[in-house]
């Protein structure tokens, strides 16, 4: 390696304080630089860092934005998550090949251009859309095509180097304001009643307001934080989880750009809560063009005492907040993955129990939050549990943010009361005709007409925000394929029930609907997801089967129609199937002649 490639990695590992748990940001710093991680580069790191060279190789090599193999100048990432491909994302592809002159996954002859395919950018209400270099560009024509791959060659657009929101282009969308996360509050006024009461107290008013968290799962945020301050430990963490990754999923992307203050209000009265100094935000890789704009957001917040040694006056009470990137990968949204990978890891999940609330982040006692919930939490705080607790139903108090995208005339985020119907919800957006809604992105619930009058609520049908709507035209089963093809992507491979199961479900599918299925073939279809339910060891493999599973039982019929009876016998296509034994061989294979 050339001497100052080597010093410039070094005075990035110093610039980190040589701290492994800052291997992410370490290596994406050098990344940018150099414009690859080589071999020879994770070797100097590894040195420099004073750790094996397989630690730097598996983190690397775990993420999506992680470039291990070329040096890329440009790379347009193109979002082919499920509502981009109905808004015709295939023709804007097209026209990137064309311009680029490169398929998908392969580089511009001249080597100036890359192009991949992406999972959910978080721009679903904006569709279609890429990040271009990190920055995200939304709403492409084809014919907007030539116009950026000339400007990407001529080095003028779209450089992470000045990457900042005012560089992207995002519409906020933000289309029903309600009365919790987007109404007006004054900086500290949340922070200043908190402290006047013991960190005990504001646990007992976050109970009181029932206040569950936003991130899926709805577990009492009140009783997460009386988990996390009881449980003795060298320090204790805040964690706000922002990677935001379901795909359909983006209400975060709005919270950090309307209401930033909010979150790191929630965050503080979290910290004094718990009794944590340090609190970090896991944003997602794909929300790296908010990164500016939300440091200088806390950096106004430390000018004002609002974060820093003794806030807003209190003696003792210091508290502040730190941004880790991600670099995709959508388990790092499963809490104990984002843990790992925040401490400089891969993002592997862990086994739970011990949860992070006994055994988080540096094994002491974290608690990990969704933004929403950080910002449900600071106005309970403003307002009173009372006030909170009397919106929405028993047992989903509040309201509920949902990005709503797909078929409709208004896609966008609407903060509703919790329990609205899915009826009152489609009417608000503006959709007619609609075949089926999938509540809460791939890994919940796909619901027939029949259900519309079901409700959002922890009750009924939970969500962490995604609403995606699907036309009377759209090939349902075609829908449920994507997602399938999804999870076998994100399985991060540790357990067999999610890195075979995944890929079995979908293969099974694919007989199906290539009309090679019989009634028995359904059958094992729900018995193999059922399995991959149950035998899993995180939630995105136990969720992995619900697009199939919630079809096979509110659709029956899409797949009915395609399967034969039990006696049927595929035809079996012999070179059809040795085809991807020979690829992979490169050569044909030996028959024996028969004696
Ligand atoms: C595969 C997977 C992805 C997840 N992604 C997110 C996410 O993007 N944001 C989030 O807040 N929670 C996500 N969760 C849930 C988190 O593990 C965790 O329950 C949540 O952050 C807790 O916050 P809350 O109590 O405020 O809901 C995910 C879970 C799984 C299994
Ligand atoms: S369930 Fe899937 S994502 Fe979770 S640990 Fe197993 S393989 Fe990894």
Known sequence: MASDQSSTIKAIVKAFDSDRS??????????????????????????????????????????????????????????????????????????????AGCAFGETSPDGSIRLEYTPC?????????????????????????????????????????????????????LIKAGSVIFSPMEKGSAIRKALNMSPEDVINVINQSRLRGRGGAGFPTGMKWNFCRKTKGDA?????????GEPGTFKDRVILTECPDLLFEGMTIAGYAIGAQEGFIYLRGEYLYLFETLQKELERRRHLGLLGKNIAGRSGFDFDIRIQVGAGAYVCGEESSLIESLEGKRGAPRDRPPYPVTDGY???????????????????????????????????????????????AHPGVYEIEYGECIADLLEMAGAKDVQAVQVGGPSGTCVAPKDFGRTICFEDLPTGGSFMIFGKDRDLLDIVHQFAEFFVEESCGWCVPC???????????????????????????????????????????????????????????????????DDFVPPFDYEKALAPGIEMAGRQPVVEEEV
Not at 45 to 72: C, H
Not at 154 to 164: I, L, W
Not at 527 to 548: E, F, H, W, Y
């Open 22 to 99: 800052r291997l992410m940001d370490i290596a994406q710093k050098v990344q940018d630089e150099l414009g690859y991680l080589s071999e020879e580069t994770m070797e100097t790191i590894a040195e420099a860092l004073g750790i094996p060279l397989v630690e730097v190789r598996d983190m690397a090599s775990f993420y999506a934005f992680f470039n291990l193999e070329e040096k890329r100048e440009n790379v347009v990432r193109l979002c082919n998550a499920v509502v981009e491909k109905m808004k015709d994302m295939d023709s804007v592809g097209r026209a990137f090949e064309k311009a």
């Open 121 to 173: 950018i978080g721009m679903s209400d904006q569709a279609p859309s890429a990040l271009i270099n990190d920055i995200p560009v939304t709403s492409i024509c084809p014919e907007d095509v030539p116009r950026i791959i000339k400007d990407l060659k001529a080095g003028k657009k779209y450089s992470r180097a000045n990457v900042s929101s005012a560089g992207a282009e995002v519409d906020k969308n």
């Open 236 to 244: 204790h963490y805040v964690i706000c989880n922002a990677d935001e």
């Open 362 to 408: 540096m094994h002491q006692p974290s608690s990990v939050n969704n933004v929403e919930t950080f910002c449900a939490a600071a106005r309970v705080m403003e307002k009173g549990a009372g006030w909170f607790s009397k919106i929405g139903t028993k047992d989903s108090t509040g309201t509920k943010l949902l990005s709503i995208s797909g078929d409709c």
């Open 499 to 565: 890195r075979v199961g995944t890929t079995l479900l979908k293969q099974k599918l694919e007989k199906i609907m290539a009309g090679n299925g019989s009634s028995l073939d359904l059958k094992e279809l729900e018995d193999l997801g059922n399995t991959v339910k149950l035998m899993s060891r995180c939630g995105l493999g136990q969720t992995a089967a619900n697009p199939i599973l919630t079809t096979l039982q509110n659709f029956p019929k899409l797949y009915s129609r395609l399967v034969k009876g």
